[in-house]
């Protein structure tokens, strides 16, 4: 198979380099004599892995002392029903914003335990747009506000973080980070909590980030099983349970790399520049479209559909023949959708963008 770029939602696409440490270091880990993935999670060899991941991640987020970094597994998914068992915190309601498919399973969980109160949704547009916040309805005395700040299926992302200080300082915003996590910058200071499962930007399928203001902690609604609560995972350092530990490693090299690229800025002007040149390829012609707003278009998850949607096939057929692979779009939403997580490289999205101009031409 000669050279491919992969853009698949996820699992998706790793730095080469990254899988080739791993390759190198797959039977003998610094001398070790082991694979990572035969080490005890709590011998001196993994530790120091664990240790140096989490070190790593809070250097490249800047995240500060009063916030507990977890690595767990379960998926994003599993957040959906732990992010009410935990927050709630004796409180009957919670605000959600409804902006994509992820919103609405994240939303679905929580009425298992709580009141929902629908902030904003864009469901009468399809999920094109973000609802701008004036728009808003956020309940005062709910126990706090979840959003999702990338919609993976639908390519709608928030450029700005919601604030929720005019309604209520208190109340903690929560976020469904899985699908642009490192992607860009963060302030981690406007959040009580953020998770990212890391098949997306961040590693393997398998672990699951979350990274929590400690003071949230600790007051889980009666009946929480032990894995949910995340005080528990807190205070044995992940270690409660076995964590998924090659991941972490894997995730871990990743966090390398990032650090030498140049950390989470230079990222974001690599993701802004490959976005450009999708999206401005949309605005020139009309033989491809993307249905979202302009301001609320994804960095990470370029949906788009072909005018003529009888080409989908031959258009789908011809790319992988280029070796432009896994370009087909959700089957909730149909087209194409481009996933460019940091770990695609200019290059990929240069390759793509000429192949379908190129096809374009040939099909006017
Ligand atoms: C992929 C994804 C999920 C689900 O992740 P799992 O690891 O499959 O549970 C949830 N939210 C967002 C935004 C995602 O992109």
Redesign the pocket.
């Known amino acids: 198979m000669g050279h491919i770029f992969n853009f698949s939602a996820?699992p998706a696409v790793l730095p080469t380099e990254v899988l080739q440490q791993a390759r190198d270091e797959m039977l003998d880990w610094h001398g070790s004599g082991m694979s990572v993935m035969e080490m005890s999670h709590r011998g001196k060899e993994f530790m120091s892995i664990a240790a140096k991941v989490e070190a790593d991640l809070r250097e490249l987020v800047g995240i500060p002392a009063n916030y507990k970094v977890l690595f767990l597994s379960g998926?994003?998914?599993?957040q959906f029903a732990m992010v009410p068992m935990n927050l709630l915190r004796g409180k009957k309601s919670a605000n959600y914003v409804n902006t994509g498919e992820?919103s609405k399973?994240a939303i679905k969980e929580a009425k298992k335990y709580c009141t929902v109160n629908i902030a904003a949704s864009s469901e009468d547009a399809n999920f094109t747009y973000v609802p701008p916040q004036d728009a808003w309805h956020v309940d005062p005395g709910a126990a706090y506000l979840h959003y999702?700040p990338?919609?993976?299926i639908g390519g709608v992302e928030f450029n700005w973080i919601p604030d929720l200080s005019r309604v209520n300082g208190d109340m903690p915003l929560v976020a469904?980070i899985?699908?642009s996590f490192m992607s860009r910058p963060l302030d981690i200071t406007r959040f009580g909590l953020i998770y990212a499962?890391a098949?997306?930007n961040m590693g393997p399928?398998g672990l699951?980030v979350v990274i929590a203001r400690e003071d949230l902690l600790g007051a889980t609604v009666p009946g929480t099983p032990t894995m949910f609560d995340y005080k528990i995972h807190a205070d044995n350092d992940s270690m409660y349970n076995t964590p998924p530990t090659y991941p972490m490693y894997i995730a871990g090299l990743v966090f390398e790399w990032l650090k030498k690229k140049g950390g989470l800025s230079a990222m974001e002007s690599i993701n802004i520049a490959k976005a450009k040149l999708l999206y401005d390829l949309f605005d020139t012609t009309d033989f491809y479209r993307c249905p979202v707003a302009r301001a609320d278009r994804s960095r990470m998850n370029v949906p788009f559909t072909l005018k003529n949607t009888a080409l989908d096939d031959e258009f789908l057929k011809q790319a992988q023949a280029r070796g432009l692979i896994q370009l087909k779009g959700h089957r909730s939403v149909g087209g194409m959708r481009a996933s460019i997580y940091n770990a695609m490289p200019l290059e990929g999205v240069r390759v793509l963008v000429e192949f379908m101009k190129e096809f374009a031409s040939n099909h006017a």
Do not use: M, V
């Not at 998926?75 to 599993?78: D, E, P």
């Open positions: 996820g998926g994003a998914s599993s992820w399973k999702t990338n919609e993976t469904d899985s699908s499962g098949q997306k399928a699951t």
